[in-house]
């Protein structure tokens, strides 16, 4: 099986979560098998190699991605924490999500001015955590690279926040 074939045969779909009415996406039974989860990371690096300075990982399930890529291609790693987890001097975006609203922070400081950062995450819906992510990146003094992930739920307008950016996904499906 290619990478796509086996998110698809690894991934599960539970309606009405977290809410009635999402069709909810899960990968973790992407990221529990090794096989599986190992083709992810590949593939994204693949990907964007030679493009990226460092990795940024949307809190939480971003996070999975971004360490274990991160570490694969000897990048720095940057997390995107939800509100009010990080301390000290942070900078901090409100975004809508499906099924919600949220903040997300990043600490300035941590990386060279400039840096090409990639931004990862499982799920791509709203595109509203990306396009956070990407406007706290850039506040910061960096530029974004790209952003990569597993699985896209295509209709929700997404490429249109995303307009400019570099967006790789390696699953695309209706919403
Ligand atoms: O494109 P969007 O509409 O922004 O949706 C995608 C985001 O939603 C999910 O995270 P969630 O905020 O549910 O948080 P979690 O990873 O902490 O469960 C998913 O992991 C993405 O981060
Ligand atoms: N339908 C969905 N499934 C999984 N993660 C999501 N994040 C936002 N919408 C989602």
Do not use: W
């Given at each position: 099986m290619n990478v796509s074939e086996l998110v698809l045969e690894r991934s599960d779909t539970i309606p009405d979560?977290?809410?009635?009415?999402i069709v909810f996406r899960d990968l973790t039974p992407v990221f529990a098998d090794a096989d599986a989860f190992a083709a992810v990371i590949d593939d994204l690096a693949a990907r964007f190699s030679g493009r990226f300075d460092a990795v940024a990982g949307v809190e939480a399930r971003g996070f999975l991605l971004a360490a274990a890529l991160a570490y694969a291609a000897h990048k720095p790693l940057v997390a995107v924490r939800k509100?009010?987890?990080?301390?000290?001097d942070v900078l901090s975006e409100d975004y809508a999500l499906e099924y919600g609203s949220a903040t997300l922070e990043i600490k300035p400081g941590?990386?060279?001015?400039?840096s090409r950062v990639l931004v990862l995450d499982d799920v791509l819906a709203t595109g509203g955590s990306c396009s956070a992510a990407a406007r706290l990146i850039e506040r910061a003094g960096y530029s974004v690279a790209g952003m990569g992930l597993v699985l896209e739920l295509e209709g929700l307008g997404a490429r249109d926040k995303l307009a400019g950016y570099d967006v790789y996904a390696i699953v695309a499906e209706p919403a």
């Amino acid at each position: 099986m290619n990478v796509s074939e086996l998110v698809l045969e690894r991934s599960d779909t539970i309606p009405d979560f977290p809410k009635p009415g999402i069709v909810f996406r899960d990968l973790t039974p992407v990221f529990a098998d090794a096989d599986a989860f190992a083709a992810v990371i590949d593939d994204l690096a693949a990907r964007f190699s030679g493009r990226f300075d460092a990795v940024a990982g949307v809190e939480a399930r971003g996070f999975l991605l971004a360490a274990a890529l991160a570490y694969a291609a000897h990048k720095p790693l940057v997390a995107v924490r939800k509100g009010g987890k990080l301390p000290g001097d942070v900078l901090s975006e409100d975004y809508a999500l499906e099924y919600g609203s949220a903040t997300l922070e990043i600490k300035p400081g941590q990386l060279a001015a400039g840096s090409r950062v990639l931004v990862l995450d499982d799920v791509l819906a709203t595109g509203g955590s990306c396009s956070a992510a990407a406007r706290l990146i850039e506040r910061a003094g960096y530029s974004v690279a790209g952003m990569g992930l597993v699985l896209e739920l295509e209709g929700l307008g997404a490429r249109d926040k995303l307009a400019g950016y570099d967006v790789y996904a390696i699953v695309a499906e209706p919403a």
